[in-house]
């Protein structure tokens, strides 16, 4: 034992130069939340991950996470916009969450142009390099929405927009 004590430093002994060492752990983070997220893309993150809920959870998350989005202001949108445009990367059918919370906020331009370019976007695209989301399809290097969904994605988004560029 004691070249293991010598190896990993049992036996050593600092030196009156070396400060002490914080052996404090790192902080805890929720997987779910990066460290630029806004609470309300948090609480659509954890809507769009969670397949236990019943459309009355469901429900209540989408009007928390738009009440969030709202108190957050400009930079709610920015994050909401931000989380739209990553599960349109993904190809992921969680975008409906998305657009249902977008459709209760006030409307920007950038919001709009968002939905729009999920009106517009094709049902295959390269796979990114991180995917928090799971794509509807995936193979060759590619992610997608087969047809129906990609039907029922581009109609809701369009509706969306005629939403948001009513009420502005």
């Known amino acids: 034992m004691g070249i293991w004590n ?6 050593k002994r600092a030196t009156k ?6 052996e404090s752990p790192p902080p805890m983070r929720d997987h779910n939340q990066r460290a630029d997220a806004s609470l309300g893309a948090a609480k659509l993150v954890e809507l769009c991950s ?26 709610g949108i920015r994050s909401l916009v931000g989380l739209i445009r990553e599960l349109l990367a993904c190809r992921s059918k969680e975008i409906f969450e998305a657009l249902d919370v977008a459709q209760r906020m006030e409307p920007t331009a950038t ?3 968002a939905a729009r370019e999920v009106c517009s976007s094709p049902a295959l695209a ?12 995936v193979g060759g290097g590619r992610v997608g929405w087969n047809d129906g ?3 029922n994605v581009v109609s809701y988004a369009q509706k969306v927009v005629d939403t948001l560029t009513k009420t502005s």
């Open 6 to 11: 010598w190896l990993f430093g049992k036996g």
């Open 17 to 22: 130069n070396t400060p002490p060492r914080d």
């Open 50 to 75: 969670r397949n236990d809920l019943f459309e009355s959870s469901k429900e209540e998350m989408r009007q928390e996470a738009a009440a969030l989005f709202k108190q957050e202001g400009a930079a």
């Open 111 to 113: 919001l709009v142009e």
């Open 126 to 137: 390269p796979r990114p390099a991180s995917c928090r989301f799971t794509p509807d399809i």
């Open 149 to 151: 969904t990609r039907a």
